[in-house]
């Protein structure tokens, strides 16, 4: 039962990670196109980490590859 719990917590807590680093990313100001870009990756490891889907909207396709065309995949 615990193991079952402790794997939830864990989870959760890359996902919150994964929320206070995207957040991060769009809303802070000032920051450098570096700086945004490695809390944007940051908050895709943690995503991948948690074990749910990356999807790349527009924001990350453009923080991340500089446009919004190309896709999780990188096609």
């Given at each position: 039962m615990w193991s079952g719990l402790a794997g939830h917590f864990k989870r959760y807590k890359f996902l919150g990670e994964e929320?206070?680093?995207r957040t991060a990313a769009e809303h802070t100001p000032n920051l450098t196109d570096e700086e945004?870009?490695?809390?944007?990756?940051?908050?895709?490891?943690?995503?991948?980490?948690?074990?749910?889907e990356v999807?790349?909207?527009?924001?990350?396709?453009r923080v991340l590859y500089g446009d919004d065309k190309r896709?999780?995949?990188?096609?």
């Open positions: 929320i206070a680093n945004r870009r490695h809390l944007a990756m940051d908050a895709v490891e943690r995503k991948r980490e948690a074990g749910a999807e790349l909207d527009e924001f990350l396709r896709t999780a995949d990188g096609s």
